[in-house]
């Protein structure tokens, strides 16, 4: 028999950057998890069929956190004044050194899938940490809470502190075993390969798992040129290559396949290979200016043909809710505006809103619209407590406002894959 769900209500998604399309007291129709429609009346052959009724709440697609780590769920909201290299030596490297132990990542490996399922993330890309073994719990875990997407064991073999430093054959040797026992273990949650970022690889370890990627058919996800010290360690030890993409593709590892957080200081060149290579950047824009980053040309990658998506990059971030990301998106690309001289464009609402659905969904498949042919991840937003009575509120305006103002407590329905979760 085939699974026929249907949800009413006013339904809102954003098939195109340039605007949300609305349904008032629509039904969104899917079978199997393939979206039919979305209809103002119920097409005749689906009478009969249960229908849920939403009310007046809107529903919108799932959201995609395409950069999150999932053991900086500990220290989450704390060492926020720092910027980057000092943050990740005092705060990153001794939290994650932890997640050798099972009992440790057990807690708030469970505390950080529970986040992200209760604030509607539908499918994200995790970075654990060096251990396989608790990876692989994380893994388990994310599948139990109905989070899907991708989720890497760590790689990091130089520059790192002893305790959190991997030899550089084990690294691979790891990688691998990871990978054999992990590949098609679940259904919504996959393995993807995850050099932590240049400086802590070594050109052996960033070969390896290029290769290894290849060989198992799996994504590779790593962080770009997201600081001036970060990209001053690469230059001194690559001096042939003077970007970090660069660096990357000699390696193999810039493919329609590869999601890289940041790139805030792209050059000219960098930004075309990462075009034309088809990698999504996970823009982050809460962590940006959290450890003192900078403001990435997101107009400008958008101009280009440059896939995008949005991540809320904990703890570089505070909050797992993507609407802060999408928030900030527009916020932080306004502050680039004024000091371009009024030169690179601010984002728009809608284009925001893109970005967090559909602008990363299609790094997991066919998601983050409700265009027929899609699978169907779904929230359903109650948005009652954002406006007085008396307001009288279109549905784009209703959703602005969710973007801006709404939280966990807003979300009162979730589905991934065509399915309640
Ligand atoms: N670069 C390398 N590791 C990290 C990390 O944990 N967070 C951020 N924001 N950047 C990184
Ligand atoms: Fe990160």
Request: hydrophobic share 40%; aromatic share 10%; net charge negative.
């Amino acid at each position: 028999m085939k699974k026929v769900v249907i949800l009413k209500g006013n339904i809102v998604h954003t098939p195109e950057p340039k605007g949300f399309q609305c349904v008032k007291n629509g039904y969104l129709v899917a079978v199997d998890n393939e979206i039919q429609g979305i209809y103002q009346e119920l097409p005749k052959e689906y009478g009969g069929q249960p229908v849920t009724d939403w009310g007046d709440a809107l529903i919108m697609p799932g959201m995609y956190d395409m950069h999150v780590h999932a053991p900086q769920y500990v220290y989450r909201g704390l060492g926020l004044d720092m910027q980057l290299m000092d943050w990740l030596n005092t705060y990153a490297f001794p939290t994650e050194a932890r997640f050798k132990d099972p009992e440790y990542a057990k807690v708030y490996y469970r505390a950080f899938a529970q986040a992200l399922k209760k604030n509607g993330t539908a499918r994200a890309v995790v970075f654990s940490t060096i251990h396989w073994e608790t990876t692989e719990l994380l893994m388990d875990i994310l599948e139990e809470e109905k989070v899907g997407g991708f989720a890497g064991k760590i790689n990091m073999d130089t520059l790192s502190p002893d305790f959190l430093c991997e030899d550089t054959e084990q690294s691979i040797k790891d990688t691998r075993h990871w990978l054999e026992r992990n590949i098609n273990k679940r259904k919504l949650v996959k393995p993807a390969v995850t050099p932590r970022f240049i400086p802590t690889c070594t050109a052996e370890v960033l070969k390896g798992v290029g290769e290894l990627a290849k060989e198992f058919g799996v994504p590779v996800h790593s962080h770009i040129s997201e600081d001036i010290g970060e990209m001053e360690i690469v230059r001194g030890r690559y001096p042939e290559y003077d970007n970090d993409g660069a660096v990357y593709d000699h390696f193999g590892l810039l493919t329609d396949h590869t999601v890289m957080a940041h790139f805030i200081y792209p050059n000219e060149q960098e930004l075309k290979l990462v075009r034309d290579r088809g990698v999504t950047i996970a823009h982050c824009p809460q962590s940006n200016g959290n450890v003192a980053a900078g403001i990435p040309p997101i107009r400008r990658m958008l101009e280009m043909g440059i896939k995008v998506g949005l991540g809320s990059d904990i703890a570089g971030g505070y909050s797992p809710c993507l609407f802060r990301a999408m928030s900030e998106a527009v916020y932080l690309s306004k502050l680039r505006w004024l000091q371009s001289g009024k030169e690179d464009d601010f984002l728009t609402i809608p284009e925001a809103f893109y970005l967090g659905t559909k602008g990363g969904g299609q790094f997991f498949g066919k998601l983050g619209s409700f265009e027929a042919g899609n699978e169907l991840d779904a929230l359903v937003i109650d948005d009652g407590s954002l406006s007085v009575e008396l307001d009288e509120l279109t549905l784009e305006q209703r959703m602005e406002r969710v973007i801006h103002l709404a939280d966990d407590r807003n979300i009162i329905g979730r589905y991934v894959a065509g399915e309640k979760a």
